[in-house]
């Protein structure tokens, strides 16, 4: 009979490998390892230079992996161990979900900046650009690299050297945009835009005069000083705004107001369609008939009508929703045949909610391009307002943030009117923008 794997001398015991780190295997792979152990084990010829040992480094010579890590599952087999797969580790914060739309609009415009300078940017170049602003995060080179790519960026080769370019559709959407928001403006339709952003009420000043000589509290009563400004104690509560402005001012009674309730990165998760379209309701028959309203890309300002068949969809359903829109097809046809009709007719049915609000008020949606902010005037107003805000900022509580924000009279019609013709500037500029890229890109030779 032969003999089961396991030691029988103390010359034949395996001694524990030496503490190191451990390769990760899950239990059929152990179980394989095991197996592999047995077989050679029991085929090993009984002559002198037969040994447990032997039989470890033969089997990490088969499956190639490490004596150690079959001594180690060998040992753990022998004690009576139950194999366990390793633990997985807790999901990942991806840095990508830490950032905000105007960190990804500014990294987007340093990008453009080379392109100004008619300069190839490069990895390097962007990060050290990036980093030299005191007021954007640091970045290494690999998280750029994700953000590049989230921002649909992309390496384009024309010649001999690649170069870092936008991706063809946001090239396009930039285009079409720039020349259809031209085309309102020679119409003499009117152009509001709209826009939500956040404020915490620890919101302050960064930098502030300080005395130096003051070391201590003691000190500071001793002389019948202070030891310096109240620091607000972490970032606290947020409030989320939107509102709607023009070269006139904000529109009346269009302000939204209210208190995050969510611990989340990203100020967008606070909104949802039907909370937007509801407040949009009231704000469309406050503006100008004919005229036009600049919207950006956030999912609660894309919600569609209704759903189109998609290949998650059963054939049954997709038969029963051809039918209903009196799209022809046949009975015989399968799945992704029904599917390919579907494609050719599903334009003529994804129709957004709010283009629909607005049409019937007369107002006409511009979509702004992803990630470019810049275009939209209310982010420059909301930069005057968030500094009034930390200039004024005393008790870091939420009433007083949100009575400091609601002062929106500081930002006049005139405050308005300069900054839509900042805008008007950079959209010249940007309309030059891609005739820059096509020139840096084909000079790389």
């Given at each position: 009979m032969e003999a089961e794997p396991g030691p029988s001398t103390k010359k034949d015991t395996l001694s524990p490998p030496k503490k190191?780190?451990?390769?990760?295997?899950?239990?059929?792979?152990?179980?394989?390892?095991?197996?592999?152990?047995?077989?050679?084990?029991?085929?090993?010829?009984?002559?002198?230079?037969?040994?447990?040992?032997?039989?470890?480094?033969?089997?990490?010579?088969?499956?190639?992996?490490?004596?150690?890590?079959?001594?180690?599952?060998?040992?753990?087999?022998?004690?009576?161990?139950?194999?366990?797969?390793?633990?997985?580790?807790?999901?990942?914060?991806?840095?990508?979900?830490?950032?905000?739309?105007?960190?990804?609009?500014?990294?987007?415009r340093k990008v453009h900046e080379f392109f100004y300078r008619n300069e190839s940017p490069t990895i390097k170049k962007i990060v050290q650009a990036v980093n030299d602003d005191s007021d954007m995060p640091d970045f290494s080179s690999y998280t750029m690299r994700k953000v590049l790519k989230h921002l649909n960026f992309k390496y384009a080769?024309?010649?001999?050297?690649?170069?870092?370019?936008?991706?063809?559709?946001?090239?396009?959407?930039?285009?079409?945009?720039?020349?259809?928001?031209?085309?309102?403006?020679?119409?003499?339709?009117?152009?509001?835009?709209?826009?939500e952003t956040w404020i915490n009420e620890g919101h302050a000043v960064k930098k502030t005069w300080v005395d130096t000589k003051i070391k201590s509290s003691r000190e500071a009563f001793l002389e019948g000083l202070t030891t310096g400004l109240k620091n607000p104690v972490g970032k606290g509560k947020r409030l989320i705004i939107s509102h709607v402005g023009s070269e006139e001012g904000f529109v009346d009674g269009g302000l939204l107001i209210f208190e995050s309730k969510k611990k989340t990165e990203d100020y967008h998760d606070e909104m949802n369609s039907e909370h937007f379209e509801e407040w949009l309701?009231?704000?469309?028959?406050?503006?100008?008939?004919?005229?036009?309203?600049?919207?950006?890309?956030?999912?609660?300002?894309?919600?569609?009508?209704?759903?189109?068949?998609?290949?998650?969809?059963?054939?049954?359903?997709?038969?029963?929703?051809?039918?209903?829109?009196?799209?022809?097809?046949?009975?015989?046809?399968?799945?992704?045949?029904?599917?390919?009709?579907?494609?050719?007719?599903?334009?003529?049915?994804?129709?957004?909610?709010?283009?629909?609000?607005?049409a019937e008020h007369g107002v006409t949606i511009l979509r702004l391009p992803p990630y470019h902010c810049e275009l939209n005037p209310i982010e420059l107003v909301w930069a005057q307002v968030k500094g009034h805000v930390a200039r004024n900022n005393k008790t870091f509580k939420m009433n007083e943030v949100r009575q400091l924000f609601e002062g929106l009279q500081l930002v006049t019609p005139q405050r308005w009117s300069d900054c839509v013709q900042h805008i008007i500037k950079e959209e010249n500029k940007m309309m030059q923008l891609d005739h820059l890229i096509d020139d840096v890109s084909e000079d790389q030779g």
């Open positions: 190191r780190p451990r390769l990760a295997m899950s239990v059929t792979e152990k179980v394989m390892v095991m197996n592999v152990y047995k077989h050679t084990f029991n085929t090993w010829p009984q002559n002198e230079y037969w040994s447990l040992c032997n039989c470890a480094n033969k089997t990490a010579e088969i499956l190639g992996i490490s004596k150690k890590t079959v001594r180690r599952i060998v040992m753990e087999n022998q004690a009576g161990e139950e194999f366990k797969s390793p633990e997985k580790s807790g999901p990942k914060t991806d840095i990508l979900n830490k950032l905000d739309e105007f960190t990804f609009s500014a990294i987007r080769t024309r010649t001999r050297r690649s170069c870092l370019i936008d991706r063809q559709d946001i090239v396009l959407w930039r285009k079409r945009y720039l020349m259809t928001i031209k085309q309102y403006c020679n119409e003499g339709r009117f152009i509001y835009y709209q826009d309701r009231g704000i469309l028959p406050r503006l100008k008939e004919n005229s036009v309203l600049v919207l950006d890309n956030a999912p609660y300002h894309s919600r569609k009508l209704e759903q189109t068949p998609s290949s998650a969809w059963r054939k049954s359903n997709i038969q029963e929703w051809m039918k209903s829109k009196n799209i022809t097809f046949e009975d015989s046809m399968v799945k992704a045949e029904l599917l390919e009709i579907v494609n050719k007719e599903k334009s003529n049915y994804q129709q957004l909610a709010v283009e629909k609000l607005a």
